[in-house]
């Protein structure tokens, strides 16, 4: 229905089409259609399309998760610069892709600054995915006792808004918030996490809970349990070639 669309230059149609499906299909670690909103977003931007905001979203979030990193930057620094236009959808889960960008380019501090300007904005408290991912990224970028001290206020409140992938991510930083002062609690964590991932059908983080169980498991001295931990995890990977899984 996309490439008809597309190709047929209905582009309402394909741009309902791409910016519904982006996340969803990288979530679920399909590539093709992960890459839809970057193929039909100049169509969109021409005609300032109401999901232009969406879908230069899923356009950054692929770029960088297929390592183009500074196309990923522009898609999401457009998408925030119309953040407060009413032309466009309210959307801001682009401060998490500026956030993976900071990081993958070795600056911690400036993916926090970008993720907890996204979780102080109103938009957020719909599915409180910003929220999660400060949460994730304090740990990343060395500051997981600032993480625990909001982990479990950030996990009631993204299990508030009934979003499973903030759910998900939220799980994910408390497991990491705690997986050196408390791995038992952050096994516990995890194998939640995982568990609401495999529910609703999130391949991608998955991806990235496995290796960090399998992480505590082999501390625990349970190799076996360990090992057979990753066979979920390259099967649920596929063939993608996600740079993210694939590092993972």
Known sequence: AFRWAK????????AHIASNVGDIARFQLRDEAANWPEEIVEAARATRHRRLTVLLTWAASSAWSFGRLEEAKR????????????RFNPF???FTDLAFVALLKGDPEKAIEFVSAGAALE??????????????ILVLGGRADEARSIAQNVVAATEATGVPSSNVLSLLGKGAAFAETD????????????ALAR?????????LIIPKIA?????????????????EML?????SRDLVSVAH
């Open 7 to 14: 190709g047929a230059a209905h582009f309402d149609v394909a």
């Open 75 to 86: 898609f999401g620094e457009e998408a925030i610069s119309l953040i407060g236009d009413v």
């Open 92 to 94: 801001v889960w682009a």
């Open 123 to 136: 938009a957020d408290r719909g599915d409180r995915m910003c929220l999660a991912t400060q949460l994730y």
């Open 183 to 194: 791995p038992a609690a952050a096994l516990n964590d995890y194998g939640h996490a995982a």
């Open 199 to 207: 529910q609703s059908g999130n391949r991608l983080l998955l991806t």
């Open 215 to 231: 992480a505590l498991l082999t501390r625990g001295g349970d190799l076996p349990a360990a090992l057979r931990s990753f066979r």
């Open 235 to 239: 099967e649920s990977s596929g063939d």
